[in-house]
T-cell receptor, first 111, second 114 residues
Framework: DAMVIQNPRYQVTQFGKPVTLSCSQT?????MYWYQQKSSQAPKLLFH???????NEADTPDNFQSRRPNTSFCFLDIRSPGLGDAAMYLC??????????FGPGTRLTVL | QKEVEQDPGPLSVPEGAIVSLNCTYS??????FMWYRQYSRKGPELLMY????GNKEDGRFTAQVDKSSKYISLFIRDSQPSDSATYLC??????????????FGKGTLLTVNP
């Protein structure tokens, strides 16, 4: 089945220790997104790619970076995680008709 | 005023009830309207997708869009305990910037009691 896959599903890191989350898709969609979702809140867009064109949200901290080496894969790098970065991180892919399909998420814990 | 307003609930109904979930919005550029279902600790799952005004039905789910009132609804008929989840409305449209971004409501937590 075509889908959005995120790894790992659960990630524990220490304060200040860099972490990388990965996302892959078999949907062959042009657009890929990274969201941060905290408990009982709506997903908050961090950035998105249209093909290789990177779009950063104005309020995304510099601590967060992303890479998209090809159509299928996208990575979220958190350079120095703080306690406030503990959240669910959601990857999504999108069509030109604005439908978005989400992966299962990676739950990040910062100790 | 927030761009998208959604009553967070919680909403609790008995099994078999008809559920009505609603969102209002202020941006007249929105043209694409979606409803997502999110189970606890899972990613959102696209339930319904509608372009512009009108109704769309899929099994027990009906999505309605009234662009003149800037109001969208999701109806769930014969609700089941497995429908217990948070329901997020989302919408997008070209407004001079990227038209690939969704604006979400805060989500409504629904519990269907057996």
């Amino acid at each position: 089945d075509a889908m959005v896959i995120q790894n790992p599903r659960y990630q524990v890191t220490q304060f200040g220790k860099p972490v990388t989350l990965s996302c892959s898709q078999t949907l062959n969609h042009n657009v890929m997104y990274w969201y941060q979702q905290k408990s009982s809140q709506a997903p908050k867009l961090l950035f998105h790619y249209y093909d290789k064109d990177f779009n950063n949200e104005a309020d995304t901290p510099d601590n967060f970076q992303s890479r998209r080496p090809n159509t299928s894969f996208c990575f979220l790098d958190i350079r120095s995680p703080g306690l406030g970065d503990a959240a669910m991180y959601l990857c999504a892919t999108g069509t030109t008709y604005n439908e978005q399909f989400f992966g299962p998420g990676t739950r990040l814990t910062v100790l | 005023q927030k761009e998208v307003e959604q009553d967070p609930g919680p909403l609790s109904v008995p099994e078999g009830a008809i559920v009505s979930l609603n969102c209002t919005y202020s941006n007249s550029a929105f043209q694409y309207f979606m409803w997502y279902r999110q189970y606890s600790r899972k990613g959102p799952e696209l339930l319904m997708y509608t372009y512009s005004s009108g109704n769309k039905e899929d099994g027990r789910f009906t999505a309605q869009v009234d662009k003149s009132s800037k109001y969208i609804s999701l109806f769930i008929r014969d609700s089941q305990p497995s429908d217990s989840a948070t329901y997020l409305c989302a919408m997008s449209g070209y407004s001079g910037g990227s038209n690939y971004k969704l604006t979400f409501g805060k989500g409504t937590l629904l519990t269907v009691n057996p």
